[in-house]
């Protein structure tokens, strides 16, 4: 059974970080791209960012509201994805999803069939 | 940036009933276009992809069709767990875009 179990998470203040990881399972996590997306209460899913797989360079993209910000990364060897989030703006307080793109066979695989619980990141003062 | 809308923001619908929802993209994405369901609370389900392939697991009263710019999701016949809100995705090009969201309520 595939699987995604986020942790990390949680209250931050402004212009701090925070790292959320998204362990997977029941599937070969190497072979698929990773995306975040995050909720904001009320609001529709926003794209954070996606990590190819490393047989495609395990390149990343960002959305222009967190690059130069955030980070992407992966450990193939554990099976886990990472979202590194720095700078934190009160902006960023959204529910946070790892998601797994769907075509292994493909370089950009954005569309997404499987997600994590989410994680919910609050930033205030 | 690929800009996505939808209409209705939301319907009111029957049980029974069928219900079209459609997506427009400001600029062509071939078949590049998801479907996904979310109920509060819960995590989106992607329903269909490739603008009409159905997910595994996914009833067969779902179905997506369109291309280019223009797509649709239709129910065929509403069931009870289908009052949720539905959102298409282009997966064309970065950055990755949602469409605004259809919600489906009951009448």
């Known amino acids: 059974e595939v699987q995604l179990v986020q942790s990390g998470g949680g209250s931050e203040q402004p212009g701090r970080s925070l790292r959320l990881s998204c362990s997977a399972s029941?599937?070969?996590?190497?072979?698929?791209?990773m995306s975040w997306v995050r909720q904001a209460p009320g609001k529709g899913p926003e794209w954070v960012g996606f990590?190819?797989?490393?047989?495609?360079?395990?390149?990343?993209e960002y959305a222009a509201s967190v690059r130069g910000r955030f980070n992407i990364s992966r450990d193939d060897s554990k099976s886990i994805a990472y979202l590194q989030m720095n700078s934190l703006k009160t902006e960023d307080t959204a529910v946070y999803y790892c998601?797994?793109?769907?075509?292994?066979?493909?370089?950009?695989?954005?569309?997404?069939?499987?997600w994590g619980q989410g994680a919910l990141v609050t930033v205030s003062s | 940036d690929i800009q996505m809308t939808q209409s209705p923001s939301s319907v009111s619908a029957s049980v029974g009933d069928r219900v079209t929802i459609t997506c427009r993209a400001s600029?062509?994405?071939?078949?590049?276009l998801a479907w996904y369901q979310q109920k509060p609370g819960k995590v989106p389900k992607l329903l269909i992809y490739?603008?009409?392939s159905l997910q595994s697991g996914v009833p067969s009263r779902f179905s997506g069709s369109g291309v280019g710019t223009n797509f649709t999701l239709t129910i065929s016949s509403l069931q009870p767990e289908d009052f949720a809100t539905y959102y298409c995705?282009?997966?064309?090009?970065?950055?990755?875009?949602f469409g605004p969201g259809t919600k489906v309520d009951i009448k």
């Open positions: 998601a797994r793109g769907r075509e292994r066979w493909l370089q950009f695989s954005s569309q997404l069939d499987y």
């Open positions: 029941g599937f070969r996590f190497g072979d698929h791209a």
């Open positions: 990590i190819g797989s490393k047989a495609f360079g395990g390149t990343t």
């Open positions: 600029q062509g994405i071939n078949t590049w």
């Open positions: 490739a603008a009409s």
């Open positions: 995705q282009q997966a064309k090009s970065f950055p990755v875009t």
